[in-house]
């Protein structure tokens, strides 16, 4: 578990527990980190983007403390809840995850939650034309 410091838009500063560096990006990025005093989604490097979506987990009251095994369960929680949530509210694009995104980005897709592959190189190119997503540590299940 890592213990982070973080700072809302607003200029709150608190503290969260997370199971590791990518559980702290993939909360942060999805919105899923709130202050405790604003309830401000927008903290550390978090940035939205209008198409990718919403899910009401949230750790709040866990920066407190609390315990390890407690924030671990939160931490394995909020991680099966992001894939359960993306599964069933996301397109899944497959390897066209590059291409959609930037159709949307563009307008020139509907504008919706998408999940899909995309590697290093074309991550880096989708973060240089300001177009904003989450990577997981983890792939999902297709299925079919
Ligand atoms: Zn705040």
Redesign the pocket.
């Known amino acids: 578990m890592i213990l982070y410091k973080l ?6 500063d ?1 503290e969260a527990w997370f199971h590791d560096s990518a559980s702290y990006s993939i909360q942060v990025d999805c919105g899923d980190v709130v ?6 989604t927008r ?1 550390g490097k978090a940035i939205m983007a209008p198409h990718i979506g919403r899910h009401h987990l949230s750790v709040e009251g866990e920066q407190s403390g609390g315990g390890e095994r407690r924030a671990r369960e939160v931490a394995e929680h909020i991680l099966s809840g992001v894939s359960e949530q993306i599964v069933a509210n996301y397109d899944d694009v497959g390897d066209e995850f590059t291409e959609e995104a930037r159709r949307i980005h563009y307008g020139e897709a509907k504008e919706r939650g998408i999940y899909g592959e995309a590697t290093n190189e074309e991550a880096a190119e989708l973060e240089d034309e300001g177009i904003d997503f989450c990577r997981l540590p983890f792939r999902f299940r297709r299925n079919d």
């Open positions: 700072r809302c838009s607003n200029g709150h608190f202050c405790p005093f604003c309830s401000d903290v």
